[in-house]
Every structure is written in C-alpha cells, then in structure tokens.
C-alpha cells in the first residue's frame, strides 16, 4: 500500500506554528498541540461501514434460523407492539357532558372539547418495554444482594490477632456474653461426675466470617491465647440437664459428642441457655439463605477449625449426598453473577429512567372541608304560635360563605349559601314548592333517582379547594335576613345586652309580618371572618374561631369594601370601632380525606362514592376561582359551563321617570329569546330551601337608598350552545317595606313596583362577555329589544325604548366565565371559527389559514394549558389537510410555540401525558389525508434548514422529544389500524416517508454538532430525543434502513472532537443498543459457509474486521468506537468504556438470556473485545494496585489549571518506511508530552505531568516491544484487517487509569466466563504467539487487579482518598 508524500519537516512545522494561538502557560500551549495533532492527518476519519440489508438476509437465512436452537436471539417477537384503549377513569358516577350536549353543540370548539372530555385512552403498549432501558430498569432484576458468604482471609488475620478479642466481638454487631460456668471433663471415655467439673471464664464472640466461639480462660484476662474453644456452628442444639449437677445444660456436637456446663443459678443457666439457643438458630437460617441461593461455601473447609465438622451437612443432607456432577453444576448456575460484585452494578442510579406519565385528571389545590353547626343570637325566644318548642332565633338568617384573598386582592371562590335556621323559623317564611333536579342541563333520569331534592334543600358541608394556600386567606361569611328596613333599625335590638324577652317578642311580631309580606326579599344584616391557614404549605388553623358577628355598613357593602375590611383585620385598634351584633356562628373546618363520600361537585354531579340514601347528607364542592396564571392551570378534563353574575351598583338618584325607586330590588333572568312572551330559562342555581334551579334570582335590597350597591353572586348553567339571542335581563322593583302608611285601608297593598329594565347580551364576536359592563336602564320593554341599535343623529334601528336618565350606563355589572367549552381568548376563538368555515382548513386559503396560525402565538398561557388536548388535536389535523408547505410549516411553529411554552412554565408533564394518552392519530384516507408522522417530519425538516428562523429551530431541538414521541405514536397508529404490520418492513411506509426521516436526520445531526457550544442545552435533548426516535424506528421501520440513519448520524463526528461531542455520541449509541431486541439486531449466528466440522472451522470474529462489523452492525460499531476513544482523554475513555459495561451488565441480568448457552452466544459478539484489549495491553498492564494516589498537582503549582493535558501518542512505524520524526522527538516530546517508542533518549517532561497524563512514560521494555508486536500481528487475527481495529490511527501508550482497567477487565472476565469452551480453543487455536502471551498477560492483571488486599488496606485507603479529597484546588 502506498504511503501518501510527506511533507518536507520545514513545510510541516510551518503548517504546525501556524495553527497554533498565542500560549502562555504551558497547560495552554499542550492544548494548542493537542488540537493541532487532532486537526492533522494523525488522527484520520474512520470509515464507515455499509451495514448489512438486514431485512434481506433475514428472508435468506430464514431456513438457518428457523433450525437455530437459539432462534428467539435471532429474531424480534411477533406481539412485539399493539395499541390499546383504555377507559377514562373520572371520579363521578356519570358522565359530566350533559346527555344532549353533542347534539345541541354547533360549534366547532365547543363539539372538540366535548370530544375531548368523552374521548377514552389511546396507548400504544410495547411488550418488551420494560427491557429497553438500563441495566438498572430491567424486570426481575435484584437491586442488591442479599449477602455474600463471608470468608476469613489470612491477610486479616494478623489484623485481627492485633486487635483486642473482646472489643472486635463488640464491634461485629454480634451477640456477645461472658461469665463464670463450670465445665464438665470433655473427655467422653470417662463419665462426668461432680468433681470433674472446673470454674472456668467463658466468653462468647463473633469471628470475622459471621460464625461464633465459645472460648473459655482460668481467669478474666481474655487478652491471652483460650484454654480452649467450642465452635457453635457445629453445635446441633442446647439443653438443660440436671442429671450430673444443678443448672447444668449441655450443648451437643453433629460428631455425637457433647459439651457438659453448669452455671451458679437458674437464671444465669437460662440466660446462657437462651443466648446460646438464638445464635443456632441464626446459623439455622443463614444455612437455608444460602441453600435458597444456591449459595455455596466453598472455602467451608479453610475458614473453619479442626473438629468443625460441616454445618452445612446437618442442615441440608440431600446435597451432601449429591453427586460431583450435580454439585458443579449447581455452582455454575447458582454463582452470583459476576457483575454483581462491580461497584457500579450496586449504585443506585436513576438518571436515565423515564418520568412516571399518568393521563390527565382532575387536580385540585388544598381541599377544606367546612361544617356549618350554629348561628345563634342573643335575642331569642320560642317562635311557635302555641310558645311550644324550642327557644331559638326569632326571625329567620341565611349564611353566605366564600373566600377572600387579601394578598392578592381577590374573592377565590364561589359563594355557598347555608340555612342554618330551626324548622319552626323557616316556617314563618311562605313556602314555595320545589322544583325537580331539571334545570341547566338535562340530566338523565338514573341521576334524579340518585340525587334525592329533600336531601340537597339544606346543605351543611362545602369543600373549598386553594391552589395557592397562604396565611392572608379568610373564609368570610355574611349574613342576610328578610327585608324589614335598615341595617341599623333592624340590628339595633341585636347589640343590646340588656333584658330581652320583651324586644325579643316584638321583634318576632315585626318578623312575622315581614316574612309574610316580603319573604322573597333579603337585607344584609352582618358579617365575619376567620383565617384558615397557617402558613404556604396549606396546614389548617383548625383553633382559629369566627370574629365577632360585625354589623353591615350599607355604604361599605361591595367585595372591594370587605377586601379592605378584611386588610384591617389583625388590627384590633381598626377593629374595635366597628359596631357588634352580640351573637355566635359556629363553622368548623377540616381536612377532607381522599375517600370522603357523598358529595357532589359544583354542577351537581355525584361521586362515586355516593349513597342513594335520602337520609344521609350531601356536601357540596365550592367552584374555586383560580387565577389565570399557566402554572396553576390544569388542562381540562370534565365539562363545566357556568356564569357568575355579579350587579354591583345602580346610579338611580337623577332619574325622572319614577316617582319612587328607592328600596330597590334587581330581579336577574337568563333569556334565549327578546318576544314578548317569551320564558326565561330555568337554569340559575337556587337558594337554600328553595328548587334546585330556578328561573330568577334577586339580590340583596338596600332601604332608602336610590344609588345602591350588591354583592350578590348569581350562578348560572349555561347551555351548550349559545347564539346570539342569549342574553341576561335585569327587572328593577321598588319594594315598598311600609305597610301601616295612612288611609291605606281601602287601596289594595303594592309591595313591588316595576322601576326599569336592562338587559346584557351574552355574545360578543362570537364570546362570552366576561369584562366589567355599563349598561344603560330602559323604562318599558319593547318586543325585540335586542335589537335596538343607535344610528347616530338621533335616529335608531329597532323598537321605540323609553331610556332612564337620557340612556346613560346607570348599570354597572360585571361577569365571570368557568367554562371548559367556551374559550374568551380572541385568537384561539377566530382559528377555531376559521376552521370550521373552511373544514378544518381542508378548502382554506393558504394566506388566511397562516394568518390564524401566526396569531396563535399570542394566545393566553393559562388558555393554552387549559384547553392543551383540544388545540394540539386541531392543529395536528390542519396538519393533515393542509395543501401548501406554509401551512404545514406555520402548524408546526404553533405546535413548536404550545411545546415551549409548556417547557418553560414547567409543565411538561402535561405534553407527556398528551402524547401518550390523548394523541389519536385521524383514520388515513389515502386519497385525502396525509399521515401526521410524514407531514411533521417534512416540516421539521423546513423548520431545521439553515436558512429558516434560529430562535424556532433552537426551540425544535431542545423540546425535539414531544415532535419524535408524536412520530412514533403516529407510526404504530397507522400501521396497526391500516392492517400493514403484516407486511414486510420494506413495504410499511412509503418511500417518501423514508426519505423524510433521512433528510431529518440529516438536517438534525450538524445542528447536534454544530451547536453544542451556543446552545449545550437544546443540543443535548435533541441528541437525546434523536437517539430515542431512531431506537424506536427499530420496531416499525426497515432495520437495514435504520442501520444507515445511524451510520449518517455517527458519520458527523470525528476523532479528536470535544469531549462534549464525544459524551453525545455515547449517550446516543447507549440510547440505541438499549432497543429490547438489541441482541437479535446483531443477528449473533454464524455467516459462514458449508457445514462446520471442527471447532477450528467455527466463523467466530476476534477482532474487528468489515465483514464482523457489517454483519453484526450495532456491537461492531459500539467496539469501533469504543477502540477509538481508547486513544482519546481520561474523561472520553471513562464515557465509553462505561457505556460497554453497562451493556454488558444488562446483558448478563437479563432473564431472557439467563442460560448458559444464551450467555455464551451473546459472548460471541464481543470476542473482538478480546483483540481491542491486547492492542491496549501495555496500557492495561498495570500491576502494583497502590492505594495512595499522587496528588498530581503536588510537583508544579502551576499545574492546577483545569485544562486538559495533551495525552501522549505515537504514531505506529510501518517496517520499510523512513520517517523523519525528529520533529515529533523535539517539539511533541517536549512541548506536548507526545513521546516516540522508538527513541532510547526519552525527554525529561516531568515538568509538564498533570492528572490526564499520569505514569505517561512508556516503560523501557514496552516500548522496545512494540515495534516486533506490531510486525508478528500482521501475520495473525490481523492479516484481513489494515492496521488493527482502528486502521490508521493513533496508538496511544500512556498507562490506563485503574478504574478504567478494572472496568475493561471486568468485561474480559466477563465474555471469557460466558463463552463456549469452543469458541476459546478456537480462539487459542488461530492466536499468535504474542497475541496468547497478552491474553495472558491481561488474566494475570485480573489476578492483581482483583487481588483481596485485606481490611488493613482497605481502611487505609479509604482514609488516603478522604484526605485527597479535602485538599484545595
């Protein structure tokens, strides 16, 4: 082979000056070499190597194959994927869409969300899953083992003759006892009588290897040499024996004989008995432990004494008793796996597990349950006409409860009405006849059966939810009574203590009047408050009580006016000037159980856990108003469609239209027609006592005052579709309170009079209108008065409206939307409205349809999250029949934007659950929609280019997982319901979809490489999200296929690269040859030709040729690579050759290749492990295993700079070629540490070492080696091969650091225990000479390297790195 021309060393060493920067300290001027050597021809490109046609030669070998023992290695399962529907599970007994709901809907948003909230699970399950990850996720696998057998070693022995007998038994955590026993003549020839028996000190400890003694001395210094001992793990049992001597027991041995003992009292006899007694039976069970285990002692014979006996024996006689054969075999299968004992292989590391993705559910802040017990008042008698019965409050009081947010400024929830009254006070109130559960929605008549009305008439429970729970919330409640007169006239007799039996009859006289007469009306009357929290985390304030019972101030009534009432609060100075209604309201609150039964939620639906039981009561769940900010937003996931109203004041003291309007009433109405005998609908949530829902609802009446204000909340159930003639109404009353006016006799009694109207439609642009309204007051009511419109100049559209005050907006009112299918935001409204228009954009105009898309990304956040499932479902169909590429480009940036956006407000786990659970592709149509993993694959491709916007396609590549999970899930969809599993894999998808995936990730990879400095971070997750896509890819695609996408995507990096490059393309290739069918991608079966006759015939691979890594593509390119960054730095080699292992460790965990014959064909793919370790040999021949490492920055202090040295590297010598390498001699050798074998003058660089470059030296007689090594191989393995496994590079000479050598050794430990006894004398057969003398040379390293040093050394060296880790710098 012919050398390319050589540079003349002048051209050369200009070409390497130039390339140079200014250095100024030698660590720089290392890297500056190093990067320059990297540049250079030195380190040329690998090439690559054309996979096999997998596909193919899997069709031709079907016959091979089929007849291979082993077949499940060879080929993937046919179950291997499948999807699945699962049924969504919510928490109420029914469906929450109300039973017409589809049919009424209309509109496209409101149809897609209920689509959404009925929609089950779609999941696509992959059978082997759980065998895709790290070692660490396998099934089955035993995080730890339970325990080694514990061996004593001569190493610690003089350790432990060194240290104190009594203390080591001490500090073993053992069982330890000593005390004065007689002991009996141990001589059994002889009988034992009482003279026989001496006083002797028994002590009892624990050995090193978990057995016990019972060692006995003349005297208490047990420092000295026993007079003997007895080994308790030959004892068969203790027990008493009283035939010789009192307090007697005797322990007997598996030889027949037995140990006589006597103590000094029966206690001291049952102590020793008992202790005695509990380590046999420690020893009992450590003897089955380890027959379960299949656990052998198999140094039982060394590490026990003389007379021991086997105690294993005695307690397991069928293994004593099996044969040799039985027994080797028992110890081969039953050994613990040799990586059990690698120190990584017991880390507990979870970094590389998937997040746990549940699918959406309901999710609430923290839940408060609140019981309302009492209202009492100190004026009080017995109500009844008769004066029988109770004594109780003299008139009736109704409770409005909700909660106030003073940090925030807010009301945080929906109000909750109580009626705590006795039954003889409600019945001062004229009744009205209930209504059945018919309003807002039409409910189904299982659930009228369920929810019983007399049950629901008088709630006592609410459950508040807070997301945001902190001390400055308070539950306030206030308190309202029947219309009388004012505040102050009516809460007078109230604030007296004096005797009140007489006020308190002629306040029930005027009660009963007014309850008759204005029952319908309420006044406010009073107000308190109670804190509920005692901190941010949501711990209740259980011992906080109610205020005092605060009189109204009808000037002061708003929510405004209680916030800034509320903010006085801990101010008892403020406090103490407001007037006081002598009274108590008792409300507890708790915690609520997530099991809690029988409640409803703010619409009215049941739980499951409910009880049909009329008897028992209902709790009632509070709507909580979150605020609409996206990390307290959850994606919706029941439907809920309520209004809340609010009138909060009316400007009527300039009005000439009325002669009187001043106790004013606000009577609200929801309407779906303006006719004049039209009905309003009956779907406002009624009061205590009354229906359920009802068709109006009034607020609150201020007496005497002609601007009044409310605080009333009106709750509304919306119908699914609204249209433009929804509107709310708004009848204003003068409620006259005065019924004893003069000479009044004769006229008939006019409690209300109408004093105006107004009306609010709901619709505006097509949304709800949910911003504060002024609204003008009409005098009369025309039919179609919706229809009014100004014109200007006087004149008008519509019927003739008689204004109050000239038209002014004397109205203010404002309302609150909580809908899950109506959103307020403007642009997401406008793209859905478009889509419905144009087909979901299937006619669109490509301009209009981009128009919408690109005002998308203006959408609200918390809009966005909340209707998460709803919008990436449209935008994935628009996808799908979008004609033009811009469509197709502009969806995906919105998709792009949605992703993000979630990213950034920290969830994403709602993206993951989307995809997993919610993406349902749409059924394929060839002729006129496309599939979503084409189209989305075309457009990131667009996205990706060089040319398009960089903030965009920074975003793709750091949030690239959802795009790739989408594609996956899109696949498996399509391929299974479109019934094209079954065709071979070629024939899946067409070409067009494979050149997609290849221009991605073509398109993808140099942005990987390219930008890993700007943007490490999008950078990595693409890397990453790439790896896992491709991994994927295996189970749908051609494999041959997927083979090259690899080879495209490893073809972008190169020797030399950054580290961070390096750490990319091994996170890659660990992503991908984690695939559960890993194994039969590599097709482990023999390519050769003819009938294999002797084992020296076997096609076995031991190093890596082209034709190995061809036929066994993805462990031949990992060796590959890993052979490579053996010439790099520390920290490359220590990533790959963690990636190997880790590799090899799962392999060997593995339950499906848990046999002898699976391990040994998985060994054979890594026989070419065997040819990269001898060409490192040198490097790994590391044998003194010193425990005290230098500290490398102890010789130069300047050294401690952290920059990476330049490693040493030679360049192998070709026999015949004369190279001028004094350049490399003087300059490499000295500047960069780069030292030439060939040279006996080594220069003296021992002022530039630092950590990467410790022991770099090469030893003289390695270095006198290589140059003959190098020739002989050439004739050996290698003589298909040029160069060795990694052609022309770099061989590198410095010494490996021991961690790494431990590492590689353990997987040659490793493949040599799993391979057949055929493939090693195959192996020993075709080696060289030298190659043998290295495999050698490599197990006798193991020898060293694993040597057991002892405890001592241990401590020692444990203590050693301490105190380097405690140094600075």
Same mark, same amino acid.
């Not at 194959?65 to 699945?84: K, S, V, W």
């Not at 479902?873 to 996808?879: A, D, G, H, I």
């Not at 749409?922 to 002729?927: F, I, L, N, T």
């Given at each position: ?59 031709? *070998? ?295 993705? *549940? ?6 802040? *923290? ?144 009660? *009963? ?857």
């Amino acid at each position: 082979m012919s050398q390319p021309p050589l540079l003349s060393a002048s051209a050369e060493t200009r070409k390497f000056t130039r390339a140079l920067s200014k250095p100024g300290t030698a660590a720089e001027l290392r890297q500056s070499v190093s990067e320059v050597v990297r540049g250079s021809v030195l380190l040329a490109k690998p090439k690559l190597i054309e996979p096999l046609d997998y596909e193919n030669v899997i069709v031709q *070998k079907k016959t091979q194959i089929l007849n291979d023992g082993l077949r499940e290695m060879l080929l993937f399962p046919y179950d291997d994927f499948q999807t699945a529907t699962l049924r969504r599970q919510g928490r109420y007994m029914c469906s929450t869409v109300p039973a017409d709901a589809q049919e009424e809907a209309q509109s496209l948003f409101v149809t897609e969300c209920i689509k959404t909230y009925n929609s089950d699970w779609h999941l696509v399950n992959y059978k082997y899953e759980d065998y895709s990850g790290e070692f660490r996720q396998l099934p089955n696998k035993v995080a730890k083992l339970d325990k080694l057998p514990v061996h004593v070693y001569e190493v610690d022995e003089e350790v432990d003759k060194d240290e104190d007998a009594a203390s080591l038994g001490s500090q073993k955590g053992g069982i330890t006892k000593h005390g004065w026993l007689y002991k009996g003549n141990m001589n059994s020839a002889i009988s034992v009588t009482m003279r026989s028996f001496k006083r002797r000190f028994f002590h009892l400890i624990q050995l090193g290897d978990g057995s016990y003694n019972l060692n006995f001395y003349k005297d208490e210094k047990i420092s000295k040499e026993p007079k003997g001992s007895i080994f308790l793990d030959s004892c068969m049992g203790v027990v008493q024996n009283n035939k010789v001597r009192r307090f007697a027991f005797e322990l007997k041995m598996q030889d027949k004989s037995s140990y006589l003992l006597a103590a000094d009292s029966e206690v001291e006899m049952e102590e020793w008995i008992t202790t005695l007694n509990k380590i046999l039976q420690l020893n009992f069970e450590a003897a089955m432990q380890e027959k379960r285990n299949g656990d052998s002692h198999e140094d039982d014979e060394q590490s026990k004494l003389e007379g021991s006996g086997s105690g294993l024996d005695s307690y397991l006689p069928e293994l004593a008793k099996s044969t040799r054969e039985a027994e080797i075999k028992l110890k081969s299968e039953s050994r613990v796996k040799l990586f059990y004992l690698d120190p990584d292989a017991q880390k507990l590391d979870f970094t590389s597990a998937e997040p746990e993705v *549940k699918p959406f559910e309901e999710k609430f802040g *923290k839940r408060i349950l609140v019981k309302c017990n009492d209202l009492s008042f100190n004026l009080q008698c017995c109500v009844a006409e008769n004066e029988e019965g109770p004594t109780t409050n003299v008139e009736p009081f109704f409770v409005t409860l909700s909660l106030f947010d003073i940090k925030y400024n807010r009301k945080i929830s929906a109000d909750f009405h109580v009626d705590l009254n006795h039954f003889s006070v409600r019945q001062m109130l004229a009744t009205t006849s209930p209504a059945l559960v018919n309003g807002g929605r039409k409910s189904s008549p299982a659930l009228q059966d369920i929810l019983h009305e007399a049950a629901m008439q008088y709630p006592k429970q609410g459950i508040f939810s807070v997301t945001c729970p902190h001390p400055d919330i308070f539950l306030v409640a206030r308190i309202e009574k029947v219309l009388q007169g004012s505040i102050t006239h009516g809460a007078e007799p109230y604030m007296k203590s004096s005797d009140s039996s007489k006020v308190a009859q002629k306040v029930l006289k005027n009660a *009963k009047q007014a309850c008759q007469r204005l029952g319908q009306y309420r006044m406010p009357f009073a107000w308190a408050a109670r804190t509920l929290f005692k901190d941010a985390s949501g711990n209740l304030d259980k011992n906080a009580r109610f205020s005092a019972l605060y009189r109204q101030d009808s000037n002061k009534l708003s929510n405004d006016d209680m916030l800034k009432l509320l903010a006085d609060f801990r101010k008892p100075e403020k406090m103490a000037k407001l007037p006081v209604i002598l009274g108590n309201l008792d409300i507890t609150i708790d915690n609520v159980s997530s099991d809690f039964p029988n409640y409803v939620n703010s619409s009215y639906i049941p739980m499951k856990q409910f009880e049909t039981c009329s008897k028992t009561p209902i709790t009632f769940e509070v709507e909580e108003f979150v605020p609409c900010i996206p990390k307290h937003t959850q994606p919706y996931t029941i439907y809920n469609n309520h209004l809340y109203v609010y009138p909060k004041y009316l400007k009527y003291d300039s009005q000439k239209s009325f002669a009187k309007a001043r106790n004013i009433a606000i009577c609200i109405e929801f309407k779906d027609s303006d006719e004049e005998d039209s009905q309003p609908l009956k779907c406002i949530y009624g009061r205590p006592g009354g229906p359920v829902f009802t068709r109006s609802a009034f607020a609150a009446v201020l007496h005497h005052h002609q601007n009044p204000e409310f605080y009333d909340e009106i709750k509304i159930e919306l119908p699914t579709q609204l249209h433009e003639k929804h509107h709310l109404l708004f009848t204003f009353f003068h409620v006259s309170c005065d019924n004893s006016s003069k000479g009044s006799t004769k006229k008939k009694d006019v409690v209300e009079t109408q004093v105006g109207y107004s009306w609010l439609p709901l619709l505006k642009d097509g949304r709800v209108v949910t911003s504060e309204q002024h609204v003008p007051v009409a005098a009369n009511l025309p039919s179609g008065y919706l229809g009014y419109q100004e014109l200007g100049m006087g004149r008008h559209y519509g019927p003739e409206i008689k204004w109050v005050d000239g038209s002014k907006p004397l109205l203010k009112v404002s309302t609150h939307l909580v809908s899950t299918v109506y959103t307020q935001d403007q642009h997401l409204h406008n793209f859905f409205q478009y889509c419905q228009k144009t087909e979901s954009g299937a006619q669109a105009l490509g301009s209009e349809l981009v128009k919408y898309l690109k005002s998308l990304h203006a959408m609200e956040g918390h809009v966005m999250i909340a209707f998460l499932p709803t919008i990436l479902n449209q935008l994935f169909r628009v996808l799908t029949r979008a004609t033009q590429e811009e469509v197709a480009v502009n969806v995906t940036r919105v998709i792009i934007h949605v992703v993000a956006q979630c990213h950034e407000e920290g969830l994403e786990s709602h993206l993951r659950s989307y995809v997993k659970y919610a993406y349902k592709a749409e059924p394929y149509v060839a002729s006129e929609y496309k599939t979503v993993h084409e189209e989305l694959t075309k457009a990131m491709t667009t996205i990706l280019k060089p040319s398009a916007d960089f903030l965009t396609s920074n975003k793709l590549l750091k949030y690239s997982w959802f795009f790739f999970d989408v594609l996956i899930k899109s696949m498996a969809q399509h391929l299974i319901e479109n019934c094209k599993v079954k065709l071979l894999r070629n024939q899946r998808f067409p070409a067009s979809y494979h050149h997609a995936v290849e221009t991605v990730v073509n398109m993808l990879t140099p942005h990987i490489t390219q930008k890993f400095r700007d943007n490490p971070e999008a950078s990595k997750h693409a890397n990453h999200s790439l790896a896992v896509f491709i991994k994927r890819c295996f189970t749908f695609m051609d494999r041959g296929f997927v083979f090259k996408q690899i080879n495209n995507y490893i073809s972008c990096f190169a020797p030399g690269d950054p580290k961070t490059l390096f750490e990319y393309k091994f996170e890659f290739l660990r992503v991908v040859c984690n695939h559960e069918h890993y194994i039969p991608l590599n097709l482990p079966m023999p390519f050769g030709k003819g009938r294999i006759q002797r084992y020296q015939d076997l096609q076995l691979d031991y190093s890596l040729t082209d034709e190995f890594c061809r036929n066994h593509f993805l462990v031949g390119l990992l060796l590959r690579e890993v052979g490579t960054a053996l010439q790099e730095f520390r920290e490359v080699r220590l990533i790959a050759i963690s990636v190997l292992k880790n590799l090899l460790i799962k392999h060997s965990f593995d339950d499906r290749y848990a046999s002898r014959s699976h391990q040994a064909r998985i060994a054979t793919l890594y026989l070419p492990l065997f040819g990269l370790l001898i060409e490192n040999v040198q490097r790994i021949n590391v044998r003194d295993v010193s425990p005290f490492p230098v500290n490398p920055g102890s010789t130069v202090k300047e050294e401690s700079l952290p920059l990476p040295a330049a490693n040493p590297l030679v360049t192998p010598q070709k026999p015949g070629i004369a190279l001028d390498n004094s350049l490399h001699k003087d300059l490499f050798g000295a500047i960069s540490g780069i030292a030439s074998p060939y040279t006996t003058s080594t220069p003296n660089i021992n002022s530039v070492r630092n950590a990467d470059s410790r022991g770099s030296l090469i030893s003289t007689d390695s270095g006198n080696s290589l140059p003959e090594r190098n020739s002989e191989k050439s004739n050996s393995l290698d003589k298909h091969q040029q160069g060795g496994a990694l052609g022309n590079s770099v061989v590198r000479c410095d010494k490996l650091d021991q961690s790494e050598i431990k590492s590689l050794l353990m997987c040659f430990l490793y493949i040599l225990k799993s391979m057949s006894d055929d493939a090693l004398f195959t192996y020993w057969n075709k080696a060289s000479t030298s190659e043998l003398m290295d495999f050698f040379t490599i197990s006798e390293v193991c020898l060293h390297q694993f040597q057991y040093m002892g405890k001592r050394y241990i401590a020692r060296n444990d203590a050693c790195q301490i105190a380097a880790a405690g140094q600075p710098g």
